[in-house]
Structures are given as C-alpha cells and as structure tokens.
Nanobody, 116 residues
Framework: QVQLVESGGGLVQLGGSLRLSCATS????????MGWYRQAPGKQRELVAD???????NYADSVMGRFTISKDNAKNTVYLRMNSLKPGDTAIFYC??????????WGQGTQVTVSS
C-alpha cells in the first residue's frame, strides 16, 4: 500500500507562487506515473500535470507555462511549482500515483486559495 501526503498549500495573492510537495511511503521509481490533480468547488477533478516514469511530462492547457512538475526519486517526492497564480487556480490539489498494474493511489489533498 502506497501512502501519499501532500503539503505546501495555502492562501496566496494573485500573481503569487506556491510549491506543493507529495511525499510517498513507497518508491515512486516503480510507479508508472505521478501526477497532480485539482478539484474546485462544484467542479470535477481534473488533471493538472503528470510525469511518467520515463520522464515524459503532460500539462493541462490552463497551467502551461505557469506550473512545473518535477520529482526526486531519491526522496520519493513529487513537486508542483506554481507561479503566476490566479483566482481560477483555487482548488484542492491532490497527488496521484499510478502503478504499473493500474492501481491508483491518492493523497488527502491540500487546499490552494488565490485571492484577488
């Protein structure tokens, strides 16, 4: 069983930055992909960014150029650097790990609030 723990959320003003971290209890090196999703009030959970084991990265159009996903295999941690934050980025951000067998693991989420 893999456990994911997010941290780094908070309240930030328009244009500000945050860095989210996702620490895992298991090896992320063995995961097929790691990613960040978000869910705003009244909306469905959506992919923000993910990174495959081979290093291929995918971003949602809405965050392209502002957010950067990265991982540290040695620390079993995935990061999401968020710059130029907008009120529309306000959501609960969830870390996701997808195993090679198709099992998905989720963290408990961390709140990001961007004020105008």
């Amino acid at each position: 069983q893999v456990q994911l723990v997010e941290s780094g959320g908070g309240l930030v003003q328009l244009g500000g930055s945050l860095r989210l971290s996702c620490a895992t209890s298991g090896s992320i090196f063995s995961m097929a992909a790691m990613g960040w999703y978000r869910q705003a009030p009244g909306k469905q959970r959506e992919l923000v960014a993910d990174i495959a084991s081979g290093g291929k990265i995918n971003y949602a159009d809405s965050v392209m150029g502002r957010f950067t996903i990265s991982k540290d295999n040695a620390k079993n941690t995935v990061y999401l650097r968020m710059n130029s934050l907008k009120p529309g980025d306000t959501a609960i951000f969830y870390c996701n790990a997808g195993s090679c067998t198709g099992t998905n693991y989720w963290g408990q989420g961390t709140q990001v609030t961007v004020s105008s």
